[in-house]
């Protein structure tokens, strides 16, 4: 796996848009105003649509070997299929781990932030994180080719993030809208930066968990060997 | 003559990408250009398609000097490009609609060409498809009649069989040979398959490093190298320590050992048979065969056997 | 020959699902959260079309992008240019049919807004012509993008930019500070703010702002014409 994780990791970092990603992105998105009222500023659930989109482009190597039939190369050799999906996810994962604690080192000068806000939104976002590779690979299942995959990918996050809370404050939807966003895991993201930042840490565990479930149910489809 | 390649040079900064490469295509001959990758055969189609200009040299076509971008000679032309250019998105029937009316064609008469190039390359009823469902074959076929709508005087086809079942490849062969004798097309044929250029060519061009190094029929080619006998002689169990006792024979002027076989070279006329089956004979012998040397052995005994794209350690 | 341009960008059946599907749902659901309980949707539907609308015009240059990538940036560069055919037509076509379907979208969207939201439009004619201003600009864009810079990934890159870049700098995706600075660039950073601010102009009978607005525009189309011919120039070779 370790092999699988070094390859990965070299071939994420060769991209450019990786650090673009990583390092340019997280820039941008602090800099964005707060709101007026006393919500959480809008920097900190945006971000969870960079790390949906920095999930995706990193997790392309994976379509990318199904495409150019690598993966059937890989399948001939002794590695086992979860080394591959494990040693790909835990490079992934360390990227984004950079990109995360670097964007909470700018919250922290930006907006002053609480030491337990700075942990507790940290680790919702790794939590997200994960379960963005996740839906990554589950996605990238369903096609064939990058072109198209990322096509249909850039309306279906960007649905999920504005029906999630992501890009509008969830202080904003009716109470009807927010009975059917439920369904979304970018809703129990969204509604977690929020608790967190009001400072109700009762429920974290709890929304914690069902992003977790999604996270499972997404690598349970996703890490399916499929040539 | 349909085509006058003469002392044509052609710089890329400072590669010499043609020097001195002169070429010739009389009506009805198929012509065929043989040469190892970064030989310039496709800087030479690039020029006599117009797409780039001479540094030296004349390219005379259609009886007209042309040195770039011409409309009328490219009128007449019909490029069959080396990688499948379609578009995949829409079906076959519109992709010769467009390349049909890129080059003319208008109305019933467009109608009836896509008609007969359908016939011609094997697609008709399949012309409502998207390419995209094609395999790769039937897609080099699309390739080849989105170039031939127009009735070109002039076809140039390179490495039009690539990738492709051997179907396919024998089914585009014949399409060259019955085009040139039916139609009085002036074909050239770019192809790293020697054997397909040998079966169909009046002609060949061996070039390499931007010059020709060979020319003439593929009969008077082979004849160059017709001075040698090729001797292949299999064996249970070799020893390479035979090797010597070979090549001290009188005659052999090259001897090696790939596996199981001996291939001997010998000098023409010369027949040392019984010497080498006696140096041979500790050995159990399975097969014997006097080999003429073939259009392969000419390209590789000119170009030389080593990789032009890379070493190998 | 144009037609069959036009048959390329009809074809893309995943286009027209993000580039009328995705605004109608924003749309709808933007208007609908900005409406209190109980209240029609239509009061604020119109301006949530305008904004969204702009917005997507600049992803409908994706169209010529692609369409010129495919054409001049593959193998398929070397038989088009074997074609008795000056390469140009082959730009402007591509622009021309791109411009057209993305209009056409456009009506499919402000239809679905008057009809299904209820949103009404002061004079829609005069609207319309803007939109058609701002695709206009985003199609040549993406043609002088990709033509300059000849990677697909890099072109990609710098549409994506103005794609979101240009809205932000002109107030739609979350209010700006409000300073001289601001104000300035929510009225004339791009092409895009240009067409706002003719549009409020529109929405609020103010005649200098439209004259201002769609003159911007155009003077900005005038210039990157230019840049194109010229760059058009490379594809002969």
Redesign the interface.
């Given at each position: 796996m370790m092999v699988v994780y070094s390859l990965a990791l070299k071939r994420a970092i060769k991209q450019k848009?990786t650090l673009v990603m990583v390092m340019l992105f997280p820039v941008i998105i602090i800099l964005?105003?707060p709101?007026?009222y006393n919500i959480i500023p809008?920097s900190f659930t945006i971000y969870g649509l960079v790390i949906m989109f920095t999930a995706f482009i990193l997790t392309k190597q994976v379509l990318d070997d199904r495409a150019q039939k690598t993966i059937v190369r890989i399948a001939a050799s002794p590695l086992n299929h979860y080394a591959y999906v494990g040693g790909h996810v835990s490079a992934y994962m360390s990227i984004l781990l950079v990109q995360v604690v670097f964007f909470m080192l700018l919250a922290v000068f930006r907006f002053s932030v609480s030491p337990q806000f700075f942990l507790v939104s940290s680790l919702i976002y790794i939590v997200f994180a994960l379960m963005s590779i996740a839906f990554s690979l589950f996605w990238h299942l369903f096609f064939k080719s990058y072109a198209?995959s990322i096509?249909?990918y850039?309306?279906v996050a960007?649905?999920m993030a504005?029906?999630g809370g992501l890009t509008?404050p969830l202080e904003?939807?009716?109470e009807r809208?927010k009975d059917v966003v439920v369904v979304l895991p970018t809703y129990w993201f969204a509604y977690s930066l929020d608790a967190s930042y009001n400072g109700t840490y009762t429920n974290i565990g709890y929304t914690l968990a069902i992003l977790a479930a999604f996270t499972i149910g997404f690598f349970a489809i996703g890490s399916k060997r499929s040539f | 003559m349909v085509v006058k390649l003469n002392n044509v040079i052609k710089r890329f900064d400072n590669r010499l990408a043609l020097d001195y490469f002169n070429l010739e295509i009389g009506k009805g001959e198929v012509v065929g250009l043989l040469g190892p990758n970064g030989a310039g055969k496709t800087t030479s189609i690039n020029a006599m398609v117009g797409l780039l200009e001479l540094d030296e040299g004349t390219i005379e076509i259609f009886g007209r000097k042309v040195n770039g971008a011409s409309n009328d000679i490219k009128q007449r032309i019909g490029l069959v490009t080396q990688e499948v250019t379609i578009y995949e998105d829409i079906s076959a029937y519109e992709n010769l609609l467009f390349f049909g009316k890129l080059y003319g064609l208008r109305g019933e008469r467009l109608k009836q060409r896509i008609e007969e190039v359908a016939r011609m390359i094997g697609l008709e009823g399949r012309l409502k498809e998207n390419p995209k469902r094609y395999s790769g074959g039937m897609k080099r076929r699309l390739n080849i009649g989105c170039s031939i709508l127009h009735e070109p005087e002039l076809l140039i086809m390179d490495e039009p069989t690539v990738g492709i079942d051997p179907q396919s490849r024998n089914y585009i062969l014949e399409f060259v040979k019955k085009m040139a004798k039916e139609t009085d097309t002036a074909i050239l044929y770019t192809s790293h398959y020697i054997g397909e250029v040998e079966a169909i060519s009046d002609r060949v061009y061996i070039v390499d490093e931007g010059h020709n190094i060979a020319s003439g029929t593929v009969s008077e080619l082979i004849g160059k190298v017709k001075g040698d006998n090729h001797i292949h002689i299999d064996v249970d169990q070799p020893q390479e320590s035979v090797l010597d006792d070979l090549k001290k024979l009188a005659d052999v002027k090259e001897v090696s050992l790939n596996e199981n076989r001996f291939q001997i070279v010998t000098y023409a006329g010369v027949n040392i048979m019984d010497k080498l089956i006696a140096k041979l004979s500790p050995f159990t012998i399975r097969n014997v065969r006097n080999n003429e040397p073939s259009l392969e052995d000419v390209f590789l005994s000119l170009t030389g056997k080593s990789l032009r794209d890379g070493t190998v350690d | 020959m144009l037609r069959f341009y036009g048959l390329r960008v009809l074809k893309d059946y995943l286009g027209h699902v993000i580039l009328i599907g995705l605004p109608i749902f924003m749309i709808t659901f933007m208007s609908y959260i900005n409406t209190p309980e109980g209240e029609s949707v239509a009061a604020v539907a119109g301006t949530i079309t305008i904004a969204f609308l702009l917005m997507f015009h600049i992803f409908g240059a994706a169209y010529t992008h692609e369409g010129i990538e495919k054409d001049f940036f593959t193998p398929m560069r070397m038989r088009l240019k074997a074609a008795p055919v000056n390469p140009v037509r082959f730009i402007v076509a591509m622009i021309v049919y791109s411009v057209l379907i993305s209009f056409a979208q456009t009506l499919v969207i402000l239809a679905y807004s008057m009809v299904v939201l209820g949103a009404a439009f002061q004079n829609l004619p005069l609207v319309l012509l803007l939109f058609i201003i701002n695709i206009v600009f985003s199609q040549l864009m993406a043609a002088v993008v990709i033509l300059k810079l000849k990677k697909a990934a890099k072109a990609q890159a710098v549409m994506m930019a103005y794609a979101i870049g240009g809205p932000v700098l002109a107030g739609f995706m979350f209010p700006l500070p409000e300073n001289t600075f601001t104000r300035f660039l929510e009225r004339y950073s791009t092409p895009v703010a240009h067409i706002r601010t003719a549009i409020t102009g529109v929405l609020n009978s103010d005649t200098t702002d439209i004259v201002l607005g769609a003159a911007l525009a155009l003077a900005f189309i005038a210039i990157i014409t230019v840049v194109l011919v010229r760059l058009s120039e490379s594809v002969k070779t």
């Open positions: 848009i964005i105003p709101f007026p809008f198209t096509a249909v850039s309306v960007n649905i504005l029906a509008v904003m939807f009716p809208v | - | -």
